[in-house]
């Protein structure tokens, strides 16, 4: 019950603010545009483990998606510190992990459809699963447990620094760990060796490897596994996080 | 000319002293490059290996040349938020009221968009040379790709300062970045254009910015390409968003801005 009032508000504003949502839904599609376009030379490298770089790259949309969804989380919530409402709120018999899951309801419903517009573009222009159907689920439920995982990142940001700006400044900082894993080649094709080191140390690598390998190889569990339990490894370090600071932040106001 | 000259001076004065010492304006400008320059560079250099990928002077050299001219751009862009957080801030009047010449306002900021990009581009060329960028081209030929990044960058700040002036608020920066992003990524990134297939090669072919970067990579190279076209784009857009930035600074004072 109390999740639901604060959920439903959590979805209302979220796409409330055509801004957000555009950009969300569309600026991952132009990249994929783009870097299908520009990179397809790339699917001719000897070991390159698809023929199409469209269905390399499909995953990383995934990817870029719930790093939005960090931002919008923690901008929401920053928004909610910074007017009061989060110590009106404190004021209630309301406990704190009803108001992180009711704060993170907007961001899961934001990632489901925009992974269900990335993967019906993605159908549209000619991707195909080599998992079959059953994986298209997989994959989007591989998409909204990463968009939590990055939306209670984005909680974590927000309840520490308390500004909408300071989680703003710290998006290129997360965009960096997006470029820094395999997005753009398989890691045994980066040659370059710190960067190859930095992407296999990297758990965005894992789960864009786990996203991939439904589109381009089929059912693989080792990437599925690491995919998930990446995942929901970051998912509960960054709810306990953000847990924590929400206690902390409470005991202060 | 005088009253030009100390208008403008004062005008890049202020804006430098601001984003040389306020870090969070600062850093964005400068570790964009680098991240894009470690990404491409380091991340893909094995697409040098594509078949039909003949570039003479290595991978890195390759993707130098797309970041120095994209730092170029984006420094105007950085610059033009500056303009519009002026506009926001009401400090545009002020200086409006001030100003004996005010398009020597428009010439301030875009000196300091361009002593903002040289420390951007001084960087980015020290950790291109130390990742053992290889260069073939002389030094006329360097010169000649510094001045292809200045004319880019008067060219950038030129058309973010006419959205600031017409907009007059920091939420126009998407504006101000999305179509310098959206025609810098649709031209040859990646790979050269002849290794480009289907609507992409199509759009960057008539891309303007592909003619900029086919010249930079022959000048870096020691191979000069396409520099008509290069330069020819880019007085053309130095002609283009000069006026456009000129009516929008006319269209901001009438509106008291």
């Given at each position: 019950m109390q999740v639901g009032h604060l959920a439903r508000r959590s979805v209302a504003r979220t796409f409330r603010q055509p801004a957000n949502v555009v950009f969300s839904f569309f600026f991952p599609l132009l990249l994929l545009a783009v870097n299908s376009g520009g990179l397809d030379a790339a699917a001719s490298l000897p070991g390159f483990p698809s023929d199409s770089f469209l269905d390399f790259a499909l995953a990383f949309t995934f990817m870029q998606g719930a790093l939005f969804a960090t931002t919008n989380a923690g901008t929401d919530l920053a928004r909610d510190i910074q007017t009061g409402f989060l110590n009106r709120l404190a004021l209630t018999p309301l406990r704190g992990a009803a108001l992180l899951a009711g704060q993170l309801a907007g961001?899961?419903?934001l990632g489901l459809l925009q992974a269900i517009l990335y993967l019906s573009v993605g159908l549209a222009a000619g991707v195909r699963f080599e998992a079959g159907p059953g994986g298209i689920v997989v994959l989007l439920a591989l998409?909204?447990?990463?968009?939590?995982?990055?939306?209670?990142?984005g909680a974590f940001l927000a309840l520490r620094t308390g500004s909408g700006e300071a989680v703003q400044a710290l998006f290129p900082l997360l965009f960096v760990t997006l470029f820094l894993s395999s997005m753009n080649l398989p890691r045994n094709l980066i040659e370059t060796d710190w960067f190859r080191t930095v992407a296999t140390i990297n758990p965005v690598s894992y789960?864009?490897?786990?996203?991939?390998?439904?589109?381009?190889?089929?059912w693989d569990a080792e990437a599925l596994a690491l995919g998930f339990g990446l995942g929901f490894a970051v998912a509960a370090a960054a709810l306990a996080a953000a847990s924590l600071a929400l206690k902390g932040r409470l005991a202060r106001s | 000319m005088k009253a030009f000259r100390s208008v403008a001076l004062a005008v890049a004065w202020r804006s430098l002293h601001n984003a040389f010492t306020n870090p969070s304006i600062l850093l964005p400008s400068l570790l964009f490059p680098l991240f894009f320059f470690t990404a491409f560079a380091g991340g893909l250099s094995r697409?040098?290996?594509?078949?039909?990928?003949?570039?003479?002077?290595?991978?890195?050299?390759?993707?130098?040349?797309?970041?120095?001219?994209?730092?170029?751009?984006?420094?105007?862009?950085?610059?033009?938020?500056?303009i519009a957080r002026d506009f926001e801030s009401g400090f545009?009047?002020?200086?409006?009221?001030?100003?004996?010449?005010?398009?020597?306002?428009?010439?301030?900021?875009?000196?300091?968009?361009?002593?903002?990009?040289?420390?951007?581009?001084a960087v980015v060329t020290v950790v291109a040379v130390a990742a053992g960028m290889r260069v073939g081209g002389s030094r006329v030929d360097l010169f000649g790709l510094v001045l292809l990044g200045l004319l880019v960058n008067v060219v950038a700040v030129l058309w973010a300062a006419g959205v600031a002036a017409r907009t007059r608020t920091m939420q126009a920066g998407p504006l101000m970045q999305v179509p310098i992003f959206l025609t810098l990524f649709l031209a040859p990134v990646y790979v050269p254009l002849e290794l480009l297939q289907g609507w992409i090669h199509a759009v960057a072919s008539v891309n303007p910015a592909t003619f900029l970067l086919e010249a930079g990579r022959g000048l870096i190279s020691g191979e000069p390409t396409e520099?008509?076209?290069?330069?020819?784009v880019a007085a053309g857009g130095l002609l283009l968003f000069g006026l456009w930035a000129v009516r929008g600074l006319r269209r901001a004072e009438a509106a008291g801005a």
């Open positions: 961001v899961v419903a998409s909204v447990l990463i968009s939590v995982g990055f939306g209670a990142i789960l864009i490897e786990g996203m991939r390998s439904l589109v381009i190889t089929g | 697409v040098g290996d594509v078949p039909g990928f003949d570039f003479p002077d290595g991978y890195t050299a390759f993707q130098y040349v797309f970041v120095f001219l994209q730092s170029a751009a984006f420094g105007g862009v950085f610059t033009g938020f500056a545009t009047r002020r200086l409006f009221l001030a100003a004996t010449r005010r398009s020597g306002i428009l010439a301030g900021y875009a000196i300091s968009a361009l002593v903002r990009w040289m420390f951007t581009a520099l008509a076209a290069a330069f020819g």
